[in-house]
């Protein structure tokens, strides 16, 4: 097919302000995904767009599975309580307890904002 170019569950940008740490969250621009690498900003970084990963929530949040999951941008902790300023980033694949540090997200690729009532 003349118009493929990659599978794209990887995309390579640059880097975003503060660079990146491997195994990490990261917003640039619209695209969400896990860094695979750790860069400098504006170095190029792979980012894994889907799959399920073990992220920093929310500590003091209990998470049910399929619950939506979003992204505060500036410090990039998940959270299953839809406010305004959040991306959606996925959804809760396993029950995560309150307390716990971390939470296992399945990442739909590109952010959206918040539906907030």
Known sequence: MKS???????ITVPAPA????????????SIIGV??????????????LCGVFALNKTSAQAWAVGDPVYMNTSTRVLTNASTAGLVLVGVATEVAANPSAVGRVRL????????VA
Do not use: F, H, M, R
């Not at 503060?18 to 621009?29: A, D, N, Q, R």
């Not at 860094?35 to 894994?48: C, F, H, M, R, S």
């Not at 739909?108 to 539906?115: D, I, M």
């Open 35 to 48: 860094a695979a690498t750790t860069e400098a900003a504006g170095d190029p970084v792979v980012l894994k």
């Open 4 to 10: 493929y170019i990659q599978p794209g569950d990887c």
């Open 18 to 29: 503060g660079g990146t740490v491997s195994g990490e969250l990261y917003k640039v621009g």
């Open 108 to 115: 739909n690729g590109v952010s959206a904002p918040a539906a």
